[in-house]
T-cell receptor
Framework: DARVTQTPRHKVTEMGQEVTMRCQPI?????VFWYRQTMMQGLELLAY????????DSGMPKDRFSAEMPDATLATLKIQPSEPRDSAVYFC????????????FGQGTRLTVV | QKEVEQDPGPLSVPEGAIVSLNCTYS??????FMWYRQYSRKGPELLMY????GNKEDGRFTAQVDKSSKYISLFIRDSQPSDSATYLC???????????FGKGTKLTVNP
């Protein structure tokens, strides 16, 4: 059963702490996306990678957020330091670039910063 | 003005009703159009995908694209309680992988 796996599913942390979210894309998919979902803004693209190379991270606050793909089976999103306004559900999605990419989403990481 | 506008609802219908969900967009560069379904506390899942203007049917679901009006629709026939979810439209510029989403419409189908 091919699916995108995200860990942790839930995270509660104190303001100022570092948060790391992990994503295992579907095997064979070469495009990985990070999205953030809030009630106010809906789904917002933070960053995406193709063949592990970052293509666009313009949606990400650069001073505190960073996204990497150490290898083809792992993508990470870090927030340091975290703030209460970062509370949201963070989704990872993967796909195959065929000129246009259908994104398959993970279950998300629900982050609460207190 | 946001690139993609979608009425958040909520929309509540009786079982068996025909449901119409809609999005408008402002950027004529969008070429690919998708509908995602998101159950509570789950990730979005791709429901339908269209490229050109016109209709595409899959079972009880029909996706419609009108590029001249920059308007897309999803119709659900014979709606079921299991269709209760949030429906998100999404679009991609030609040659890009950047999916731009609407905010989603929450649908409840009552037995």
């Amino acid at each position: 059963d091919a699916r995108v796996t995200q860990t942790p599913r839930h995270k509660v942390t104190e303001m100022g702490q570092e948060v790391t979210m992990r994503c295992q894309p579907i095997l064979g998919h070469n495009t990985v996306f990070w999205y953030r979902q809030t009630m106010m803004q809906g789904l917002e693209l933070l960053a995406y990678f193709r063949n592990r190379a970052p293509l666009d991270d313009s949606g990400m606050p650069k001073d505190r957020f960073s996204a990497e793909m150490p290898d083809a089976t792992l993508a990470t999103l870090k927030i340091q330091p975290s703030e209460p306004r970062d509370s949201a559900v963070y989704f990872c999605a993967s796909g195959i670039d065929r000129g246009r990419t259908e994104a398959f989403f993970g279950q998300g990481t629900r982050l609460t910063v207190v | 003005q946001k690139e993609v506008e979608q009425d958040p609802g909520p929309l509540s219908v009786p079982e068996g009703a025909i449901v119409s969900l809609n999005c408008t967009y402002s950027n004529s560069a969008f070429q690919y159009f998708m509908w995602y379904r998101q159950y509570s506390r789950k990730g979005p899942e791709l429901l339908m995908y269209t490229y050109s203007s016109g209709n595409k049917e899959d079972g009880r679901f029909t996706a419609q694209v009108d590029k001249s009006s920059k308007y897309i629709s999803l119709f659900i026939r014979d709606s079921q309680p299991s269709d209760s979810a949030t429906y998100l439209c999404a679009m991609i510029h030609g040659g890009s992988e950047k999916l731009v989403f609407g905010k989603g419409t929450k649908l409840t189908v009552n037995p």
